[in-house]
Structures are given as structure tokens and as C-alpha cells.
């Protein structure tokens, strides 16, 4: 995938495996590879507090790898994960592309 500078990112699909214990590695596939600003805001949006198991509230985010966020998340947590990675994509695109663009 080519970077696309300033075009909104938006989520096209989405997977889950199982990984040691109660947690899944969930991957996001993006319809695009963001440049580096974007995937800079992305990963330091700021976003409401997490609640839950405490390795949702104290674990780390998502990582943005070309076209395709991965974040390893508790399975009971999917939905919150799911919730704060469209957060993160409306404030990413927001700042990076000007738009308010839905997405998920």
C-alpha cells in the first residue's frame, strides 16, 4: 500500500484470534497506509478512560503497522476496544484530514 497523506482512513474489515489466556489479537484493516502524522495522532489520541479487567485499564494501546491496527485486547474488552479504535480514527482524521468523516 502507498501513503496516502491526507485522506481520511476509515476501518474495512476486521479479524480475531484467540491468544494465550483471555486475550485476542484483534486487527483492523485499513483502506489505506496512513503517513506518519496520522499514526502519530492515532496513537496518542486522547481518549475516555477504559473500564474493566485491569490489563484493559492499565495496557497499552493500539499499534498502527501499515494498513492494519493490532492491539492485543482481554475478549471480554472487544467492544470497548472496537469503541476507542473508531474514536481514535474520528480524531486522527479529524486533525490530519480536516473531516469528520464517519467511520468504522
Do not use: H, K, Y
Amino acid at each position: 500500500m502507498e501513503d496516502r497523506g491526507p485522506v481520511p482512513i476509515a476501518v474495512v474489515g476486521r479479524t480475531v484470534a484467540r491468544e494465550i489466556g483471555d486475550r485476542v489479537e484483534v486487527e483492523w484493516e485499513l483502506d489505506g497506509a496512513p503517513d506518519l502524522e496520522w499514526t502519530e495522532v492515532f496513537q496518542f489520541a486522547d481518549v475516555d478512560e477504559r473500564r474493566g479487567p485491569v490489563d484493559w485499564t492499565d495496557g497499552g494501546g493500539p499499534d498502527v503497522v501499515g494498513g492494519t491496527v493490532r492491539w492485543f485486547v482481554p475478549s471480554s474488552s472487544l467492544d470497548d476496544a472496537d469503541a476507542e479504535v473508531d474514536r481514535r480514527l474520528e480524531v486522527a482524521n479529524r486533525r490530519c484530514c480536516g473531516t469528520d468523516r464517519a467511520v468504522g
